[in-house]
């Protein structure tokens, strides 16, 4: 039973968030299901399909030359579905994420890009037709980061081993742009983001239906579509150099829609006019004094995150319209603090609406931020997610919109899904996960409702189907 205290706690804590505009989740969270894949690889990555609503369901990982789908079942469990494999044994994959085609034959189906941590190659995988769609090539060292343009998920961004970041078309199969040079990055690139509410076609093809336009207000409060950047390609990055920078293809007017008809007609045959941009808009190494392993936008600011126990708030001042010189001026907002988080390799994961943070560390402990709207939120963690079988690192986490669903990647090849449970702010506990973990009931008690989950790598072909990756 809990407290009349933590009780009240709760529901001050309930008017303060809506005070902000924000939802407030009731309860506590319960593990639910743990999935185990091969031992020997650790799994490095994890994504939710925030790209298809209608395949919300679905969790992609990637775990040494594997990469799995898995669907999320509403009772609490993990399903496996599909299996793909590369032909080298040797290959490992560091990254995934889901993207989409916009060509019309194939638009609207769930895509899987997954990077190729010693190949360098990006393959991009149709999960409906269950074959590789493209294989993206030209990156002189394995790639640690792969991501999906928000609005424009054909676009692929990815970071390398080479010191470059590279934007792609997937449905051309062409590289759009290539990030590095003089004022590029000094080792290897292992974080990107785009920035979100940033199209990069003209604000034309941005009118929707009834002559709207669809600038407006993000989740954060930042306008949307109304910026000087509004046609450019936007991003940040985060490197082994220290170094995070702020990328824009300002300047090459038009080169992302060019890039979407070429080996098409009469430009079959002809080599794509790759830009190469190797001066950022806002460089630092002061932000972090050590490697930067992940980044993510947050509105017009940047969460970013070293080895140094905690993940930084700031605000970048970039560089203006046709300036040759690099900017390394910011504003620290705030530090969330974490334990036991001092290697590198470890990605924290914001919700899709900002809402929610979440990381994980070497213990097997996972943190879970409430955001505020404005760029401001509580630095201590609003819920820690730990049990005593869970002791191997959390290398990347994945979270829901409303922050009512926690998916943490470890290594020896285990996958944890955790679930809130609604308890008595004003009721009886309700929710997803009720019947596995009920509030109230110890930790000892609810191992025996846990699902141990399956060995994927032993019976991918019993439960879902295994498809080699050939070259």
């Known amino acids: 039973m809990y407290s009349r205290r933590k009780l009240k706690h709760w529901r001050r804590r309930k008017n303060e968030l809506e005070k902000m505009g924000m939802r407030y989740n009731e309860g506590r969270y319960k593990l639910s299901c743990v999935v185990r894949q091969d031992p020997a ?143 590029g990055h000094r080792n290897e690139v292992l974080s990107v983001d785009f920035k979100p509410g940033v199209d990069p076609y003209d604000a034309s093809e941005r009118e929707e239906p009834g002559g709207g336009s669809s600038g407006g207000r993000n989740d954060v409060g930042h306008d949307v579509g109304q910026g000087p950047d509004d046609c450019d390609v936007v991003f940040v990055s985060g490197a082994m150099d220290n170094q995070i920078k702020v990328w824009s293809t300002r300047g090459y007017p038009g080169l992302v829609r060019k890039s979407d008809g070429w080996g098409k007609g009469g430009l079959v045959g002809n080599a794509f006019p790759t830009a190469h941009v190797q001066t950022p808009t806002f460089s630092s190494h002061k932000v972090h004094g050590n490697y930067v392993d992940c980044v993510r936008w947050y509105g017009d600011l940047v969460l970013s995150k070293s080895v140094e126990n905690a993940i930084t708030l700031f605000q970048p001042r970039l560089g203006g319209a ?28 914001l919700a899709p609406d ?28 609003s819920a820690t997610l730990a049990h005593k079988r869970c002791v191997r690192a959390v290398r990347q986490t994945a979270m829901t919109a409303d922050g009512r669903m926690v998916i943490a990647a470890c290594d020896e090849g285990t996958v944890w899904r955790w679930d809130l449970v609604d308890v008595g702010v004003g009721g009886a506990g309700s929710g997803v996960g009720e019947k596995r973990a009920r509030p109230g009931k110890d930790d000892d008690e609810t191992d025996e409702n846990v699902d141990e989950g399956v060995d994927g790598g032993d019976v991918a072909g019993a439960t879902g189907d295994t498809i080699e990756i050939l070259d």
């Open 41 to 183: 690889h650790h799994v490095y990555c994890c994504a939710l399909n925030t790209v298809h609503p209608a395949h919300a369901d679905k969790l992609a990982t990637t775990a040494g030359p594997r990469a799995y789908v898995y669907r999320l079942t509403p009772d609490g469990g993990v399903k496996l579905t599909q299996c793909y494999v590369d032909e080298d044994d040797e290959e490992d994959y560091f990254a995934c994420c889901w993207c989409s085609s916009a060509a019309r034959e194939t638009s609207g189906r769930p895509m899987l890009a997954v990077a190729g941590g010693y190949k360098g190659v990006v393959r991009v995988i149709d999960c409906v037709a269950r074959v590789v769609h493209v294989n993206l090539r030209g990156h002189g060292g394995g790639v640690n980061d792969v991501k999906a343009h928000p609005l424009r998920p054909h676009l692929l961004l990815t970071a390398s081993k080479d010191e470059s970041c590279r934007l792609w078309n997937l449905d051309s199969a062409v590289c759009v742009a290539v990030f590095a040079g003089e004022f």
């Open 354 to 381: 900002a809402t929610h943070m979440c990381c994980g560390n070497t213990a097997g402990e996972v943190f879970v931020w409430r955001m505020g709207g404005a760029g401001v939120a509580h630095s201590a963690a």
């Open 322 to 349: 046709g300036s040759s010189v690099t900017s390394s001026g910011f504003r620290k907002v705030q530090d969330f603090p974490l334990r036991k988080c001092d290697i590198w390799f470890m990605r924290f994961a």
